[in-house]
């Protein structure tokens, strides 16, 4: 294995540096977007290394496989999307049953690949080898052996350029006083949802709500009469039942839903204490609109508007800290898989805008950023929890929360979230101190859906 491993490594760094002798053997490339996908014509392939770079600068973007797979085709996800022009050399170190072989090929984005060229030779091997832009199918992943489709088409896109809302749907309730414990009311209101600069913006703006005024949400699209008045009201402030303390907004989409597939979605997230960003997708057969907080659901990226905070490890949780998620039901227990990566910079993620990817295979859950992978969850038990689903995609913000800031892992001065007065003390700390929200908006770029296949990393 150590031996395996040196010839790759040593692979990809002549690769970087060159050569000029020839081997032949069978590639095809397709360039789709981010991502290069790669088809092996020999099936005597045993694994598999690649390396891709744009330019001149070898990058850190690989993947390696043991053993091939049935289709031989493999995925490498770039940092960045390549231009018109922009030359893509891929490296590459292929073993066989009886040989090893190491080739770099160089490939126009918009045209024909470039002359190829050998970067070493083992036991004389001498295959005619070539590179193809040319698209090929490679069959979608799904449950049906009928009517599948190519991976890697685009099925869905919103990129807000028509400032209309018309895909969405906005959930109108208050999340205050069920098991969820947010501190927000969800309203279809301009000041909390809005498009500008072709961007959606999502606005957490703090209420007025005094000593027995009145609540009431009478647009609530909540149509269950079990729990109406604790998520659409009527009902009074008082001590015990607090009006909620901050204004905010959740779209879902219940048309698109998918089961397999790569969703991509460019935000800014949130920063301020106690917010919380929703890139979600929730299972088709459940309304986000409920007051049961403990449904299956995958979290595809979140980041705790906090700048800092802790958990009982002592470990940094707040806005440096990206996270992903996948809530599901094992037996009678609830239980989020989760995943996380630390801000490279240690700077907060709403800072800047990021590109957060969901990649969801039968047998596994990928989370990216940026391209890198954050982790993937394989756990058996978790993945066969979400087995029979398909999900809609709910974006939005909210503050606070059960589930979002969990008593089990969030080290929380005083616990005041698990105060009945929890919504106005919040409303109090927040109001006299405004500038702890320096940026209390969830920004969206675009979301975008492709379908996958079983190969896609």
Sequence with gaps: MHIKISIFFIGYIVGCLGA????????TVNINGKYINITLDDPEVNSIFFSTEIGDECTSDYTYVHSANKSNTFSISLEKEPKKDDIIRIFSVIETKDHVISKTYDFNADGDATKNHVISKTNNFNADWHGTNEPK?????SDSNSNRGCSGRLIFEENFKDNKLTNWIHAVCSRVHTNFKEFAAFLKNDNNCYIEDEKLHFKAT???????????LPDCT???TDNRVILCGPYKFSISQPLPPMHSAILYNRKMRFKYGRIEIRAKMPIGDWLFPYLMLYPSKMEFETNIAFEPHIRIAYVRGNPHLRDYAHQDIGGNMLFGSVFSQIGDDFHEATVNMPHKSGS??????????????????IFKVDGATVGTITDKRTIESLEETEYYIVLGLTAGGKLNFNENYVNLEKNF??????PSIFLESISENQSTWKHPKLVIDHVRVYTTHPDEN
């Design 348 to 365: 907060h993620y709403g800072d800047n805008f990021h590109d957060y990817t969901l990649i969801r295979h039968k047998d596994r859950i």
């Design 137 to 141: 199918c490679i069959l979608e992943e």
């Design 222 to 224: 909540y149509t269950k």
């Design 20 to 27: 000029d002798e020839k081997e032949k053997s069978d590639i």
């Design 206 to 216: 703090l209420t007025g709500y005094r000593l027995g005024d009145n609540f009431t």
């Design 417 to 422: 979230l698990l105060t009945p007065q929890a």
